[in-house]
């Protein structure tokens, strides 16, 4: 049973465990956002693919909840005390990582032919694509000004409310190769519980992938990152209450209009209610506390993906 | 009492820290070998300006012999996990210098520029200077072919017999700003006790830098890198006897003709033998085993410079 999934950073890379432990080998293609990739320190780094690496490969730092498990931090120390920029937290592990695809990059491979190879390097057999192989950058539209994605949320820590984003590229980018064969062979589409605003829609903004999946012929799945209205982690609740007026499972839903059949919900959001955007909603326990719990929440997924279509 | 030294990694660095805690602050000015400078994993790494660097600062660790004190290893195993560029040492803190200069570099900044700020961040009051901006690379002719210095340092370990060698670039290249106006304003000139083949001799092959030294109004002091005829480390002895025929002081003071007035040397080599190249030797104890011995050679190294010049 073939499976992409449309996947952001921590909260995407733990249900992209949970269906990498259910599907049988290559049957996920997680299609990875890279709207808040960056350059630092004159490396490339990909956080959001990073997190989907990590939590698949199991080398993932689930107390911290980002970067890697043992990870430690004496080269982004070493750079501080040269005078080098410091202000992303680079860990010594993960930059192995962000050299040797910064190195590549820069030899003329494109983004996806990296990642694959990472994926294999760490024995995956899941695929993870990178939406696009072409610059695509979230930009935030604040009343302080307008904010590069970690700019916003690391050096300002999130704090200015959003009022718009911009997807800078996304007009003339085109879905990395692959993206879109597998969004035609997939007997179902899912949507992870990442935030919609910073890490679906700069997917959706490459041009091609949100026509394909409007058009498709199987079900797509939504995973709402809320529960009982607040954000596990991270600003979005905010956002949605200041973006489309609330954070109820209906809200959720409107996010991904005419893109999703149904959507999964915490059972604190519950009991599930009719909405605008028509969207059934299934409610059970969406808190992925460890990778059980994942998979059982990937299990409610896929069960809710093969229902009959209504 | 303003002095240059002519300097290339290990070796030479020690006798550069000796120098920097002799002299009084800004006296010393450094001009580093850049010959073996080299692109590892994306990034520029200067192993002689850092050995220098480090060995001012007192990051250097003795045990080891390179590289810093307190080292760890985790972003290269890392990058080795990836399928990343290993073959060549990286730790973590020492990352965090290229990483630094890197980006400043693909920012357009000269080595040179990068350099200073990196003194400065280090807190040192001597001078470094690359002896040149310009890409300058050593290449070794050997009867297996021709390797990039590290290339044959390191990934194969030195052993292929060199029949000469060829600093690509050198031509074309101009001496560092600072460089030319250093050897004018110095009170005495020292040639470290580094391999002169690829270490001082990539300096002098920068043009003007070997005119302006056979030029001088001041004294040359050479201090030999051979104790008994025998290198402290790496393959000198071995390139020596092929290249110049013996490890002799007088084949030492025949790798810099012209541009030595005395040649600090090893009692073992002692007693002082006539030569061709007419430098007067100076026995003593060359064996830099701690700080302390660099300091009692830089004293030996400066009172040579001082001597009424003959």
Redesign the interface.
């Known amino acids: 049973m073939n499976v992409v999934l449309l996947c952001g950073g921590v909260g995407g890379a733990k249900l992209a465990a949970g269906l990498h432990d259910l599907l049988a080998p290559g049957e996920l293609t997680v299609v990875g956002n890279v709207g808040d990739d960056l350059e630092v320190?004159?490396?490339h780094v990909s956080p959001d693919l990073d997190s989907v690496l990590y939590g698949l490969a199991g080398l993932n730092d689930p107390e911290r909840g980002w970067g890697r498990a043992g990870?430690?931090w004496?080269?982004?120390?070493?750079?501080?005390?040269?005078?080098?920029?410091g202000w992303f937290m680079l860990?010594?592990?993960?930059?192995?990582?962000h050299?040797?695809?910064?190195?590549a990059l820069?030899n003329g491979e494109p983004l996806s032919v990296v990642t694959a190879?990472?994926a294999l390097?760490?024995g995956l057999a899941s695929r993870l694509l990178p939406a696009t192989d072409d610059p695509v950058r979230t930009h935030l539209v604040t009343p302080q000004g307008t904010f590069a994605f970690q700019e916003w949320f690391v050096a300002r820590a999130h704090e200015d409310e959003v009022d718009s984003l911009v997807y800078e590229g996304a007009v003339t980018s085109r879905p990395a190769p692959g993206v879109l064969d597998a969004l035609a062979a997939a007997a179902a589409i899912v949507i992870a519980p990442s935030n919609p605003f910073v890490s679906i829609h700069p997917i959706l903004a490459v041009p091609g992938i949100r026509a394909a999946i409007e058009a498709r012929s199987v079900r797509s799945i939504g995973v709402s990152p809320l529960i009982g209205g607040r954000a596990v982690r991270g600003p979005l609740d905010r956002m949605m209450q200041r973006l489309v007026g609330g954070t109820s499972p209906a809200h959720v839903a409107a996010c991904y209009k005419g893109l999703l059949d149904a959507l999964v919900i915490d059972r604190a959001d519950g009991p599930a209610a009719a909405n605008e955007a028509n969207v059934a909603m299934v409610a059970t326990d969406t808190l992925m506390s460890d990778r059980d719990a994942a998979r059982r929440l990937a299990q409610t997924t896929l069960e809710a993906a093969m229902e009959a279509q209504s």
């Open positions: 320190l004159g490396l990870e430690s004496q080269a982004l120390e070493s750079a501080r005390g040269w005078g080098g920029e860990g010594d592990l993960d930059l192995g990582l050299l040797t695809r910064s190195q820069r190879r990472l390097a760490a």
